[in-house]
Nanobody, 124 residues
Framework: VQLLESGGGSVQAGGSLRLSCGLS????????LAWFRQTPGNEREWIAA???????KYVDSVKGRFAISLDNAKSMLYLQMNNIQSEDAGEYYC???????????????????WGQGTQVTVSS
């Protein structure tokens, strides 16, 4: 499996972006998918996760504003970002693992395949 993010860019506070993650050779029957964010000098932090069963989880700071989704037909993972705030800025990474753990899917170390990242910049 290879992951490739796109859709990042510069957005004004309050605006929206949709990040995409292409999932090449993705044929898992059981899986976890997630988005992480990293800012300079900080560890990569978990933002949202989606399991093969459709369960979704979000960090509290994005609940009600961000939505993770999967288009199986297109092999694309999305992160719809609405009402973007300055603290949402950073490099966004998608990740996957051929397993599910509702406890560990929130952790960076759970995932074994990562994309290269796409940058989101927020202006006021």
């Amino acid at each position: 499996v290879q992951l490739l993010e796109s859709g990042g860019g510069s957005v004004q506070a309050g605006g929206s972006l949709r990040l995409s993650c292409g999932l090449s050779e993705f044929a898992y029957d059981i899986y976890s998918l997630a988005w992480f964010r990293q800012t300079p000098g900080n560890e990569r932090e978990w933002i949202a996760a989606l399991s093969y069963s459709g369960t979704t989880k979000y960090v509290d700071s994005v609940k009600g504003r961000f939505a993770i989704s999967l288009d199986n037909a297109k092999s694309m993972l999305y992160l719809q970002m609405n009402n973007i705030q300055s603290e949402d800025a950073g490099e966004y990474y998608c990740a996957t693992k051929r397993a599910v753990s509702y406890d560990y899917m929130l952790r960076r170390e759970f995932y074994d395949t990562w994309g290269q990242g796409t940058q989101v910049t927020v202006s006021s």
